[in-house]
């Protein structure tokens, strides 16, 4: 079955880096589009960043010139580089994948960024 796990989260200062990693399986991820969400506390899941099979991204305006995202297609995994990190990135981050009939969820990873 799919199975997307993000890794990577945790507490970081406002203006440093993290990396964010999903690891996949289940589907054929080289052929996949792969995309990172976020959720705020109290506000609706927002698209952050996307990579197609043929790895050309694109991104929010809100993160744009400040995360990158990248696929390794050996190992099934898709990143997110985030950098120069602020406090209103704090959200839970979430891997999707779109398939043929429908996207999948992986369970999220938590960014807090102090100020």
């Known amino acids: 079955q799919v199975q997307l796990v993000e890794s990577g989260g945790g507490l970081v200062q406002a203006g440093g880096s993290l990396r964010l990693s999903c690891a996949a399986s289940?589907?054929?991820?080289?052929?996949?589009?792969m995309n990172w969400y976020r959720q705020a506390p109290g506000k609706q899941r927002e698209f952050v960043a996307r990579?197609?099979?043929?790895?050309?991204?694109n991104y929010a305006d809100s993160v744009k010139g400040r995360f990158t995202i990248s696929r390794d297609n050996a190992k099934n995994t898709v990143y997110l580089q985030m950098n120069s990190l602020k406090p209103e990135d704090t959200a839970v981050y979430y891997c999707?994948?779109?398939?043929?009939?429908?996207?999948?969820w992986g369970k999220g990873t938590l960014v807090t960024v102090s100020s």
């Open positions: 289940g589907f054929t991820f080289s052929s996949s589009y």
């Open positions: 990579i197609t099979s043929g790895s050309n991204p």
């Open positions: 999707n994948a779109e398939l043929l009939l429908r996207d999948y």
